[in-house]
Nanobody, 123 residues
Framework: QVQLVESGGGLVQAGGSLRLSCAAS????????MGWFRQAPGKEREFVAA????????DYGDSVKGRFTISRDFAKNTQYLQMNSLKPEDTAVYYC????????????????WGQGTQVTVSS
C-alpha cells in the first residue's frame, strides 16, 4: 500500500498560481502511475493530470491542458502539480492518487488516495 500526503492548497486570486505537492511512501513506485483528481461541491470527481513514474509520460484533462503541469522528483518520492492561470472554476478539493496503467484518466485505476487539499480561486 502506498501512503500519500498532499500539501500546497490555499486561496488565490484568479490568474494566480499554486503548486501542489504529494509525498509518497510505503512502496517502490517504478510501476505506478501518479495522478491528480479534483472534486467541487455537488460535482463528480474529475481527472486533472497523470504521470507514469518511471517514463514520465503525462496526460491532462481538457479543462487544465496548457495551464497545469505535472512532474515528479525521484529523490523525494514526490509529485507536483503546478497550476497557473487559475480560474474560479478550478476551485475544488484536489486529491493525489497512485495506481496502475490501465486507464490513467479513470479513478478506478488508482488504489491509493491522499486526504485532499482545498484550492479556492477567487474572482
Amino acid at each position: 500500500q502506498v501512503q500519500l500526503v498532499e500539501s500546497g492548497g490555499g486561496l488565490v486570486q484568479a490568474g494566480g498560481s499554486l503548486r501542489l505537492s504529494c509525498a509518497a511512501s510505503g512502496r517502490t513506485f517504478s510501476s505506478y502511475t501518479m495522478g491528480w483528481f479534483r472534486q467541487a461541491p455537488g460535482k463528480e470527481r474529475e481527472f486533472v493530470a497523470a504521470i507514469t513514474w518511471s517514463a514520465g509520460n503525462t496526460d491532462y484533462g481538457d479543462s487544465v491542458k496548457g495551464r497545469f503541469t505535472i512532474s515528479r522528483d525521484f529523490a523525494k518520492n514526490t509529485q507536483y502539480l503546478q497550476m497557473n492561470s487559475l480560474k474560479p472554476e478550478d476551485t475544488a478539493v484536489y486529491y493525489c492518487a497512485a495506481g496502475g496503467r490501465l486507464n490513467l484518466r479513470a479513478s478506478w485505476n488508482y488504489g491509493s488516495w491522499g486526504q485532499g487539499t482545498q484550492v479556492t480561486v477567487s474572482s
